[in-house]
């Protein structure tokens, strides 16, 4: 849709100007039919109206060589009939903005010359050579001179300006639709992350539970691991279930702390590892910097499970002014983070790739600790969260 604000001055330049011409044509009709003259003039003011009515058409498909045969056959008429009628040397002002509007470069002006000329001349045939006849004719071409060549300028810059609009809104849509595309990826991204620390790392834990419970006698203790994972499997259902229906991370009802504390606790009966929770960090964070604290947590743990083969793991929830800073410590196996990042395939490094995807978000520092037989340390500090 083109957005043209100066539309409604053009429309009514174009009004004034046929409304114009109507009344000196009109002017022209009276003094013929008044005085009673030859019929010639009545025929050629009538022909004039024809040819001008005839022509308003061409103007709106804006032809080129349509205007121009437009005007010439408008000056053709109205010569002779200035030559007839006095009072007809008027309609030359309507004319002087139709050769500037649709004759092409100095055309237009240079017609404006010629049809004062002829105007001077046609005074001077009925009245006699007066100042009032040649200065009424060229103060008028001067002033539609100025007028013709504003109008022009304005309709220059109107052009520009739509123009420039347009690459506005095509430049908006693009943005938007970047901004949308940009949105959708990001979205993919949490939900993967979101996936994997929580139905994943779920489904994990049942395979390993279910591989215990195979190697254990189907009469004995295997019971217990098999109760265990279908207690496990029930958790992360409806865990997953509440991710959907409202996108809030679970458990947080009652502040981190507590959902560390109960993570921890789950994980430490699943897993079979002694677990110690700190948590002395009090401040309210931000919901999504609790959510993403939880996350942390829970992929440091599946980690741990994982790989660490581990027999004590610390999580540290601690504040340090506006800082806060959660710790995951175990004193499994360890490893080389730089060569585990560089050599580790793309299942794998997901865990510690998506750890720091979540505080890059939130604008904080991660930090691994490890060595090969020197347990590892995850931690992780948001800045001014507390604040």
Known sequence: M???????VFTGLRVGLHALFAGLLALVVVRVVWTGASPWPLVLATLLALVYVAGLGIARRRSRTGGIAWVCALTLVWAPLMWLVPEAAYLVFPLFFLYLHLLPGWAGPAAVVGA????????????????????????????????GLGYGALQRRSAESEALV?????????LAATEREQGVLAERARLAR????????????IQMLLHAA?????????????????QTAADGLAETRRFIRELAP?????????????????WAQREGIDVETVTSAEAALPMDSQAALLRIAQGALANVAQHADASRVRVALEQDGPDVRL??????????PGRAERTASGTDSFGLRAMRERVDQLDGDLVVESAPG??????????????
């Not at 083109?2 to 409604?8: F, K, Q």
């Not at 347009?166 to 693009?174: K, S």
């Not at 195979?214 to 004995?220: L, N, V, Y």
């Not at 340390?377 to 507390?386: D, E, K, R």
Request: neutral net charge; glycine residues 16%.
């Open 327 to 336: 710790s995951i410590a175990d004193d499994g196996r360890g490893f080389d």
């Open 374 to 387: 020197g347990g590892t340390v995850v931690a992780v500090t948001l800045h001014g969260a507390a604040a």
């Open 194 to 205: 979101e996936i994997h620390d929580t139905v994943a790392q779920g489904l994990s834990s």
């Open 116 to 147: 004062t000329t002829l105007t001077i001349a046609g005074f001077a045939v009925h009245g006699g050579l007066t100042v009032g006849g040649v200065v009424g004719p060229v103060v008028g071409a001067g002033v539609a001179l100025l007028i």
């Open 214 to 230: 195979e190697r254990a006698d189907a009469t004995g203790p295997g019971i217990a691991h098999i109760r265990l994972a279908r």
């Open 250 to 266: 679970p458990n947080l009802e009652r502040g981190l702390g507590s959902a560390l504390r109960r993570l921890a606790e789950g």
């Open 166 to 174: 347009a690459e506005l809104l095509a430049t908006r849509d693009r």
């Open 2 to 8: 083109p957005h043209r604000t100066l539309a409604p």
